[in-house]
């Protein structure tokens, strides 16, 4: 199964598998991971892009920051350190996107998002929308201030408008799934798992009750320990599609 180009939406360079877009309303992923093309024909990035395409629900993919054309993937993240501004502009260009989908009723009123890595980053921050029900990440950027790119790169108080513990009230209210390896020395395991807790920790303060906020914390596998198994995707995949089909 080969992607297909969208429409250019606000500078964003959009493709997707699944349903054809003239079908209208079909269960809806958005997937974050490298330059839109590859997060849906390379693998294994587009493993779980494919397991939800293969069950009836159109998922799009977003190329990120620093990807795509001329850029250099491996050198991404210093590209998101010396330019935050970029990546705040893309976040709010993604919230557009969803709007656009439901509007046009390429999607229906609830969608989800999932992403690698650094894309989990950002379908975190996007799952704060209105529109997104539920969250899924594989070995997920918790922390941008962690990465070495950003230590020297960036300054804290750049770093702390895109926290993501900015966002921990929203995201009680929606459902959240993480797998990170046990010793992910790139994103960091403790991060993640600390990100889940102060999530959880705020739900029971709001007296949310059973939140279902969840971490899977998984054997390390690949470079630094920050890679995903075949069976992690299709886990998480599986788990996705059942919240966003009612």
Known sequence: MRSTSYTHFDDLDIEYIGPPIDEKEHPCVIYFSLCANESLNLDPFNQPALFLAKHNTRVFSITLPGHGGSFDKYSAMKHWAKHLDELEKFIESTKKFVDHLVEKKLAPAQIGVMGLSRGAFIATHLAVHPHVSAALGFAPVTSLAL?????????????????LENQLDALTQKKIRYYIGNRDIRVGTKQAFDFISKIANVAYEARIRSPTIELFITPSTGQYGHGTLFHTFEEGSSWLKKQIVK
């Open 147 to 163: 990465l070495r790119e950003f230590r020297i790169h960036s300054n804290s108080a750049d770093l702390e408008k895109l926290a």
